[in-house]
T-cell receptor, first 115, second 114 residues
């Protein structure tokens, strides 16, 4: 399977705990994106990387959130001191670097539930 | 500030008929538009896209129309099939940013009845 892979698929955690999600993009894609989707809404952009460089972060990404992409391959998204409002689907996507518009390919997401 | 809006939360059509999903945007910097389809518990799947230099793009049963002056796009599915039942998201990206950074609408739930 050469698509975008996310792990775990589901995560239930207690409020105040830290969680980490992993994303493996399509291998030839330089760009990797994180989105968050809550019920009844479309995905919202969180951050993106080009290779290992984090080029943009949304103001949605509070100080409790951190993302990394060491060596420009897989990426991790960590949420510290989770809150109930962090419950959402976290989506990863990847795309090649293009000078024109191109689609981003999404993984199946990680469903986070904070209890 | 909802820059991409899908004003119809749901749409119900009969199998074989046309489905028309609508999307409006406000940011004049958007120049690439996409439609994604999403099944429950899965990530969005790319369906079709259109650049702002075009006003129509077709791919099999799917056609996207873009009206730049009205800042409006629509997705036509003809003929509709029960397997098309899903949530459809309109998305847009802007010049001068990463083209993978997408701004999504809220989604429209399409139900196609046999």
């Amino acid at each position: 399977d050469t698509g975008v892979s996310q792990n775990p698929r589901h995560k239930i955690t207690k409020r105040g705990q830290n969680v980490t999600f992993r994303c493996d993009p399509i291998s030839e894609h330089n760009r990797l994106y994180w989105y968050r989707q809550t019920l009844g809404q479309g995905p919202e952009f969180l951050t993106y990387f080009q290779n290992e460089a984090q080029l943009e972060k949304s103001r949605l990404l509070s100080d409790r959130f951190s993302a990394e992409r060491p060596k420009g391959s897989f990426s991790t998204l960590e949420i510290q001191r989770t809150e109930q409002g962090d419950s959402a689907m976290y989506l990863c996507a990847s795309s090649p670097v293009m000078n024109t518009g191109t689609e981003a390919f999404f993984g199946q997401g990680t469903r986070l539930t904070v209890v | 500030d909802q820059q991409v809006k899908q004003n119809s939360p749901s749409l119900s059509v009969q199998e074989g008929r046309i489905s028309i999903l609508n999307c409006d945007y406000t940011n004049s910097m958007f120049d690439y538009f996409l439609w994604y389809k999403k099944y429950p518990a899965e990530g969005p799947t790319f369906l079709i896209s259109i650049s702002s230099i075009k006003d129509k793009n077709e791919d099999g049963r799917f056609t996207v129309f873009l009206n730049k002056s009205a800042k409006h796009l629509s997705l036509h599915i003809v003929p509709s099939q029960p397997g098309d039942s899903a949530v459809y998201f309109c998305a847009a990206s802007a010049r001068g940013t990463s083209y993978g950074k997408l701004t999504f609408g809220q989604g429209t739930i399409l139900t196609v009845h046999p």
